[in-house]
């Protein structure tokens, strides 16, 4: 591959949005649509359970996805999850407050990932769980639940919105505090639906109406994890520009563009917009010489699903990255933390997991070796755009997990940057 970046790029939909919306609208009265919906097996493992559960959702295409809500009911069946730690922490709010029972699995890599950080809060609103450890399967039983004023140990917008979807199915009110704030997704889409909820000093609080949820239309932006792959791998490049069209600049989930204009990349927002409460902006991209930073644990909820990709870009920067307090990633699609350590040591790359800090030594020299992703996409990813740097030879132990959330990245990548 040569080191031009060229053309116009358009990363897949928003993968936290196109969650929520799907649970959103199948919790509607009436029929609602979305385009630009990710088409990732993640989403659609949400579209399956939700089937289960009584809505309606046709195909999950990016032109169109057609939801009819319904009174939902747990089937007393196994709900797979697949994959993704979003479907199961967010359903099983939703669980929490609506009729019936269900039993929720998931894959290897979700069945390892801890549920108690939900599962404990959710409790304590009454609902009835059984558990056998931290992870799944577990059963959940609906019922009545109680009001909730509850400060989250982590700053995750999964268990956030968990407690926001209880408090919404079980008609109770809920306020959670967190350290720091996490993607705000599921607030904005409360907000755009009429649903009462309001922030007041950081804490974040739903006020349950007689109002039914309307049905809505939206358009999903583009996810900006996926953008920042192919923004990294134009800063990575030599000569050219890309322009990254249609992407959700929330300033929750924007900390990888902060942190890149600190390392000497500046990405210009052009063309900004608003769509469904979100804003949305077209980037434009540029090579550029890099330098280490220091990424703060203030700054992580914002570029979380980014340490991967920002941790790629820290190894060809001068001078040492250093990721503050990202213990997190040890529990995400795998042990992040010891695998982005493990795999630029792998292509020739001084990297080392201190506590719960990542650093990173940058270098000139090409990366060569063999990566292993344990399937989880944003390390194949990001190792894949390690792959486009001159005198690269990076091989990937598998690639095929791009599927759950950008399934066209290779084909993107060859085409901008061949
Ligand atoms: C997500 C929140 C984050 C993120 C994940 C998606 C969401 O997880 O890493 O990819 O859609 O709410 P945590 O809530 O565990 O931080």
Do not use: W
Not at 177 to 189: I, K
Not at 218 to 230: C, E, H, R, T, Y
Not at 389 to 415: T, W
Request: glycine letters at 10%.
């Amino acid at each position: 591959m040569r080191s031009v970046a060229r053309g116009v790029v358009r990363p897949p939909g928003d993968k936290s949005i196109s969650h929520r919306v799907l649970m959103l609208a199948s919790l509607a009265r009436g029929k609602s649509e979305m385009s630009g919906l990710l088409t990732g097996d993640d989403v659609k493992s949400t579209a399956r359970v939700l089937r289960q559960l009584g809505a309606d959702i046709s195909r999950i295409r990016d032109s169109g996805v057609r939801i009819s809500g319904s009174r939902l009911l747990a089937p007393g069946s196994r709900l797979n999850c697949g994959n993704s730690g979003t479907t199961a922490r967010l359903i099983l709010g939703m669980l929490a407050g609506l009729s019936g029972s269900a039993t929720l699995t998931g894959d290897a890599s979700l069945r390892r990932r801890p549920m108690r950080r939900v599962t404990e809060p959710l409790k304590q609103m009454g609902a009835d769980i059984e558990e056998k450890g931290d992870g799944l399967p577990l059963t959940i039983h609906g019922g009545t639940l109680r009001s909730l004023s509850y400060t989250s140990p982590v700053a995750s917008a999964q268990v956030k919105s968990a407690l926001l979807l209880a408090a919404l199915t079980g008609k109770v009110p809920v306020t959670i505090r967190e350290p720091y704030r996490s993607r705000d997704h599921t607030e904005r889409l409360f907000a755009h639906l009429g649903l009462g909820i309001h922030e007041r000093d950081g804490a974040i609080s739903y006020q349950p109406s007689a109002v039914s949820i309307p049905a809505f239309q939206l358009a999903v932006p583009g996810d900006p994890s996926s953008a920042a792959f192919l923004v990294a791998a134009a800063v990575l490049a030599e000569q050219g520009e890309l322009t990254v069209e249609n992407v959700g600049v929330n300033p929750t989930r924007t900390g990888f563009l902060v942190a890149l204009g600190r390392m000497g990349a500046h990405v210009e927002r052009v063309n900004l917009r608003d769509e469904g409460g979100e804003p949305v902006a077209d980037l434009l991209v540029r090579p550029a010489a890099l330098t280490g930073t220091e990424v703060a644990a203030a700054e992580i909820p914002t570029l979380v699903d980014e340490v991967p990709v920002l941790a790629v870009l820290a190894s060809r920067a001068r001078g040492t990255t250093v990721f503050r307090e990202v213990g997190e990633l040890r529990v995400k699609e795998s042990n992040r933390l010891e695998l982005i350590a493990a795999n630029l040591r792998a292509v020739g790359v001084k990297a080392e997991v201190q506590g719960n800090d990542l650093h990173v030594e940058g270098t000139e020299r090409a990366p060569r070796g063999k990566v292993e992703t344990a399937k989880d996409h944003r390390l194949a990813m990001a190792f894949a755009v390690l792959g486009t740097v001159p005198g690269a030879g990076v091989k990937l132990s598998e690639r095929k997990s791009v599927a759950i959330s950008y399934p066209n990245f290779f084909r993107d990548l060859k085409r901008c940057f061949a």
